[in-house]
């Protein structure tokens, strides 16, 4: 049967009738998987060996869930736990993948909320079994179905109550599995006691042995996490400040950072605290069930850490504001910039500094220095001010005649550059003429139209250029944003400070000591409210 050809396909077919093209990208992308799979192996290397170096604990957690499955698997592997136990074991093995966290507090989050769902389900049930077994069957299994839907939908309900979702909801989730599967499985099992009592040791044991490798085998800690988070975050914001000036009077490579931002070292100080919030609140969950682990006689206040990032990521939006003052289409000269250069990168110096020396106190668990908003700051802020009232004529422009001529050049401009276009777009004819005149008349309405919607949208964005550069102050504009924003930075500096201060306040920061000969605790006990508000915030992811 010769091969149908269709008309306008100029595709060589080899001897079976297969075409030239297909089989050539058939090789190509083998080719292409081969390449791929010969690159495998250093990718796969290089990925293992990059996300250990970033956080080496990493591979510590990987090695501790390893060891804990291997401890649960003993209940399969030995025999004489196995007949104690029995299939039940698998309960142990599940607990231990799902409860085991990279932290101590995320696992005893989950732990003790799978625990007490365990145990409050496996109360219910068998209170609603004892009902059950003292009806008929009929009865029984009416009185299970209607148990099972009162049951499921009041608790279902209420994962929707904020403080159960945020501190409870894998307990409930795990409640509604253990009542379903005790009661259901009690209608059709005689010994469904036994069985609920040997999930509820294996679980028991997985538990353990969660907790075990979390509190006591290299323990990693949230609030030890949240606590060098915050320090991180107030060094990023210190360095993305002093790179920020930096760079904006050193403009060479302005065109480079505008393609190249999200890879610029000032977006990278401050992402991470922008990104901060949901990881802070967290952080400060898990941290609260954490047990004492410091030489302090009460919990630290993870808390006030999260009002701390708050105030940062205030801080923060600032810090994104003067960095747009780099990428934006209108620059000041150089020469402009030139002369306010000097108090400038002053006063960014010195709020690095305060920056820094926060970070310092926190990271030390001291207060901060006396005189961390230090007479130069002032100084520097003085001098910024000296040298713009210095230039009026930066700011305010005495030509009045160039924003009178803007708009006859503006339109000297787009008369010279308009020209009709033909283009058949959103044009529609009110009737059908079939001559040539109504033919003739229509093209030469269609292109009079056209040209008009060309002059206007040539016309808005030439006139805005022309506004602009027109105006003899705009060349100051975009430095009067960029040092309105460093003195907003100055300002909103004010409540970075008293939030550490009160952080300081509360958990008991040691005193400043210049020379750190000793360490001086100047503290009162945290009122008994506080404790409380802390004690019952816990997490449940």
């Known amino acids: 049967m010769a091969t149908k050809v269709h008309v306008g396909m100029e595709t060589e077919m080899n001897g079976n009738g297969v075409p030239e093209t297909f089989k050539n990208n058939w090789k190509k992308r083998l080719i292409e998987f081969s390449g791929k799979m010969k690159r495998s192996p250093g990718w796969l290397w290089r990925t293992i060996w990059k996300v250990g170096r970033e956080d080496p604990r990493r591979m510590i957690h990987a090695f501790k869930v390893g060891l804990s499955l291997t401890l649960v698997s003993l209940l399969y592997l030995m025999e004489p736990l196995f007949k104690g136990i029995g299939t039940n074991a698998i309960w ?11 932290t101590a507090g995320a696992t005893l989050c989950k732990g003790l909320n799978r625990g007490l769902g ?27 179905g209607a148990a099972v839907f009162l049951i499921g939908t009041t608790a279902t309900y209420m994962r929707f109550f904020p403080y159960i979702k945020k501190n409870y909801d894998y307990g409930v989730v795990i409640f509604l599995l253990t009542f379903n599967l005790i009661t259901v499985s009690s209608y059709r099992v005689e010994n ?15 538990c353990g042995i969660c907790l075990f490798m979390s509190l006591l085998v290299f323990p990693i800690w949230s609030g030890e996490d949240l606590h060098n988070s915050t320090v991180g975050k107030l060094e990023g914001l210190a360095k993305s400040i002093e790179a ?8 060479s490579e302005l065109k480079e950072n505008q393609e190249k931002s999200s890879e610029d070292p000032i977006y990278k100080g401050y992402k991470a605290v922008l990104d901060s919030k949901s990881t802070d609140e967290t952080l400060a969950l898990y941290a609260s069930w954490e047990p004492r682990h410091s030489r302090h006689c009460y919990r630290f206040p993870w808390q006030q850490y999260v009002k701390v990032g708050a105030v940062l990521r205030q801080f923060g939006y600032t810090v ?13 000269p150089r020469s402009v910039r030139a002369l306010f250069k000097d108090p400038c990168i002053r006063l960014a110096g010195e709020v690095t500094k305060a920056l820094m020396e926060l970070a310092n106190s926190i990271r030390n668990r001291r207060h901060c220095s006396p005189g961390i908003l230090s007479d130069h700051l002032h100084e520097a802020l003085q001098d910024l001010n000296t040298a713009i009232k210095s230039q009026p004529r930066l700011f305010l422009g005495s030509n009045n005649n160039q924003a009178n001529n803007m708009l006859a050049l503006a339109a000297a401009h787009a008369a010279r550059h308009n020209k009709p276009e033909k283009d058949g777009h ?14 003739m008349e229509w093209k030469t309405k269609r292109a009079s139209e056209q040209a008009k919607e060309n002059e206007r949208k040539v016309l808005r964005p030439q006139l805005s250029k ?12 975009p430095f009067a944003a960029f040092a309105s924003l460093l003195v907003e930075i100055v300002a909103r500096l004010d409540n970075v400070i008293e939030e550490v201060e009160e952080l300081g306040r509360i958990a008991c920061y040691k005193e400043y000591n210049p020379e750190e000969d000793e360490i001086i605790v100047k503290c009162e006990k945290p009122p008994v409210d506080v404790a409380k508000n802390q004690l019952p915030t816990h997490a449940s992811d």
């Open 466 to 477: 022309i506004a602009i550069t027109s105006l003899e102050f705009s060349e100051a504009l």
């Open 192 to 206: 469904v006691l036994k069985i609920a009592h040997d999930r509820f040791y294996t679980i028991v044991i997985g």
């Open 118 to 144: 365990t145990v409050l389900a496996g109360s219910l049930a068998f209170l609603i079994e004892f009902i059950a077994t003292k009806s008929g069957k009929v009865f029984r299994a009416v009185f299970i």
């Open 320 to 332: 994104v504001a003067l960095h747009g003052c780099l990428l934006t289409e209108i620059q000041t």
């Open 426 to 439: 959103g044009v529609s004819l009110p009737s059908v003429k079939t001559d040539s005149s109504a033919l």
């Open 244 to 251: 920020c000036v930096n760079e904006y009077f050193n403009d």
């Open 92 to 102: 142990a093995v599940m607990t231990v993948v799902v409860v085991l966290e990279f």
